[in-house]
Structures are given as structure tokens and as C-alpha cells.
Nanobody
């Protein structure tokens, strides 16, 4: 079992930046990849970004490309999401997720992740 704890959310103005962190504990040695998803009020949860744990391959939703950057610190079992040029439409609860199973996989499919954090709120004011 892997436990995930997100942090770093908050209130920021349009154009501002935030850095989310997700600390993993437990059976982290079996992690294949980690991802970030978000859910805005009244909407379904959607994919934001993902990264493979060893190779560092990254994947992004079109809506966040060139604004968000996902990275990881293997030694600290932590994944980050640097969010720049934030927009009101980025307002959502952001969830961290991890995947144990190896490929093939579809990074954008939330059903392909095995563990989830509780989420952290990001609010972007206009």
C-alpha cells in the first residue's frame, strides 16, 4: 500500500504561480509512475500531468502544456507540479495518484492509477 499526501495548494491571482507537492510513503519501491489530476466544481476529474518514476518521461494535458511542469525527487519519494501563468479555469481540487503496474498504460486514464491522495485546493482569482 502507498499513501499519498498533497500540499502546496492555496489562493493565487491570475498569472501567479503555485508549486504542489505529493509525498509518497509505504511501498513506494513498486511505483511505476505518478500523476496529477484535478476536479473543478460540477465537472469530472481530469488528467493534468504524469511522470514515470525511473525514466522521468512526462505527459501533459493540452490545457496545461508550457505552463505546468511535473518533476520528481526519487530520493524523497516526492512528485511536484509547478504551475505558472495560472488562470481562473485552473481552479480545482488537485489530486496526486500513483501507479504500480508496469506498461502498457494510458497516463490520462484515472482508472490506471492504484493509489490516490486526498487532494489540495487551488483557487485562482480573476
Amino acid at each position: 500500500q502507498v499513501q499519498l499526501v498533497e500540499s502546496g495548494g492555496g489562493l493565487v491571482q491570475t498569472g501567479g504561480s503555485l508549486r504542489l507537492s505529493c509525498a509518497a510513503s509505504g511501498r513506494t519501491f513498486s511505483t511505476y509512475a505518478m500523476g496529477w489530476f484535478r476536479q473543478a466544481p460540477g465537472k469530472e476529474r481530469e488528467f493534468v500531468a504524469a511522470i514515470t518514476w525511473l525514466g522521468g518521461l512526462t505527459y501533459y494535458a493540452d490545457s496545461v502544456k508550457r505552463r505546468f511542469t511535473i518533476s520528481r525527487d526519487n530520493a524523497k519519494n516526492t512528485v511536484f507540479l509547478q504551475m505558472n501563468s495560472l488562470k481562473p479555469e485552473d481552479t480545482a481540487v488537485y489530486y496526486c495518484a500513483s501507479r504500480i503496474r508496469h506498461p502498457p498504460w494510458v497516463p490520462t486514464d484515472e482508472g490506471q492509477y492504484d493509489n490516490w491522495g486526498q487532494g489540495t485546493q487551488v483557487t485562482v482569482s480573476s
